[in-house]
């Protein structure tokens, strides 16, 4: 027996050069190199957010009650009735309540595919989805994570407009060990403008496609900005990574949370476009941030690959969420109050938006950009200091907490993020968190 275990042990190259590599690598160590070494320590947004806690408020000094926050990554109006109502009759019919706690098809349930495809329809003009073309997924940070795995080799490039969604980051090292982060520049540090000489950014993505770039990822509306690129940019970044065989892969995690006019790509169909990809996920404009259910569209292709990882990662989307999201866009849809909904949440974030805008403007004067939907938006630190002690100062001195922009990418080296979205029915807290900055700065200068 011991004779042919070590017959077999020579004869499996693969051991061998795994005992051999393992050798020449030998180090002391408890956990996986990615876990020990690339995401080593707290990222800077984990870092602010500690410090923001009630136990580190009060070791400041400081009264938790009295802090006024503008770092919440989150909306804050209520849900509609109608959705709680969806999630009642399931719980108060026995039949319904256990077929929620049977495992869906790892694709996602049928019925909600198909609610979804009626809702981007009636909404967005969106009219050549299928419902093949959806799979559900637990939210947009886990759909992220598994396009990537689906769409590249770990190694390939992947590559992000400067500043980006901060979670990006962390979740490429996860999902693709060894690939590199190439930025699209679209924020001017000094000037504070955004995608102003867009040819020059799309030029520079072009020569991230000769160079191996495999997908190209922007939120829409934008986590920090808030901005909404042109349908021009839009249009010739999809061109650019179609021609490369790469993705444009659209994040649509505020994409009902629009301003002005509805952006034409939010019509778009990878039915039509068979390398672009879009997230959307219910956190944001259901204000369901915990109720953890997202979507994918996507080419047959692609479907096929997620529903791959699905597999291994979820097994079955969550089916109390995807039967209660189908009822009610069902329900909402043929009643006409899913329209009057969304229209009054997004009046109400353009709303606080402007109410932060006006406060930044008359009591700041910095510069800032006007946000074009979404939750957010990004101003440079006075005279340019690093941000994070300037932050650090400004929650000890005033009781108000912004984010730093490290960690959005190079061009918010020296910046910060303000959200006014916790603070949406909150209006008079944003004009004192704003006035309370306006009064530090008078002091130290
Ligand atoms: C751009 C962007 N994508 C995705 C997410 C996370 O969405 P989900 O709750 O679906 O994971 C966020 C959250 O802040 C975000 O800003």
């Known amino acids: 027996m011991k004779d ?20 020449k690598q030998k180090r002391k160590r408890h956990l996986s190199r990615l876990v020990e070494q690339e995401l080593h320590g707290l990222s800077p947004i984990q870092t602010i957010m500690k410090m923001a806690e009630h136990q580190a408020i009060r070791k400041m000094g400081l009264n938790p009650e009295e802090v006024i926050s503008f770092g919440g990554g989150w909306c804050n109006h209520t849900a509609p009735e109608a959705l709680r109502n969806a999630y009642q009759t399931i719980l108060n019919d026995a039949t319904l309540f256990h077929q929620s706690g049977r495992y869906s098809p790892i694709i996602g349930d049928s019925s909600c595919r198909e609610q979804i495809c009626h809702f981007e329809d009636a909404f967005y003009n969106l009219t050549s989805l299928e419902s093949e073309n959806i799979l559900l997924g637990h939210s947009s940070t886990q759909l992220f994570h598994d396009v ?54 799309l030029e520079i993505l072009k020569q991230y496609c000769e160079k191996g770039l495999r997908v190209f990822a922007i939120p829409v509306p934008d986590n920090p900005t808030s901005q909404i690129p042109s349908e021009e940019f839009l249009k010739s970044a999809l061109e650019i990574m179609t021609d490369a065989n790469g993705y444009l892969l659209l994040d649509h995690a505020y994409k009902a949370l629009w301003f002005g006019e509805m952006p034409r790509c939010y019509s778009w169909s990878p039915v039509e476009q068979s390398h672009l990809i879009t997230l959307h996920s219910n956190s944001k404009w259901l204000s369901s941030l915990g109720r953890r259910l997202g979507w994918a569209e996507a080419h047959d292709t692609v479907i096929n690959g997620l529903e791959k990882i699905n597999e291994s990662v979820l097994l079955s989307p969550d089916s109390l969420h995807s039967m209660a999201t189908a009822r009610f866009l069902e329900q909402t849809l043929a009643d006409g109050s899913l329209k009057q909904y969304v229209n009054d949440v997004r009046r109400l974030y353009e709303k606080t938006a402007a109410v932060m805008m006006s406060s930044l403007d008359s009591c700041l004067g910095w510069k800032r950009l006007t946000p074009d939907g979404g939750l957010y938006t990004c101003c440079p630190t006075p005279h340019h200091v690093e941000p994070r002690g300037f932050v650090e100062r400004l929650l000890k001195e005033t009781g108000v907490l912004l984010i730093p922009g490290t960690g959005f990418g190079p061009s918010m080296s020296s910046g910060l993020r303000l959200s006014y979205g916790p603070l949406c029915y909150m209006h008079e807290q944003i004009i004192e968190g704003i006035e309370r900055i306006s009064h530090y700065l008078a002091k130290t200068g």
Not at 7 to 23: A, F, G, I, P, V
Not at 185 to 199: E, G, M, R, S, V
């Open 148 to 201: 990537l795995r689906v769409v590249c080799d770990p190694g390939e490039p992947v590559g992000f407009l400067d500043p980006t969604y901060a979670n990006y980051l962390n979740a490429v090292k996860c999902a693709l060990p060894g690939s590199p982060i190439w930025f699209v520049p679209a924020l001017h540090p000094q000037k504070w403008t955004y995608l102003k000489t867009p040819d020059e950014s």
């Open 4 to 23: 042919f275990l070590k017959e077999t042990l020579k004869k499996d190259t693969s051991l061998l050069q795994y005992m051999d590599s393992s050798r």
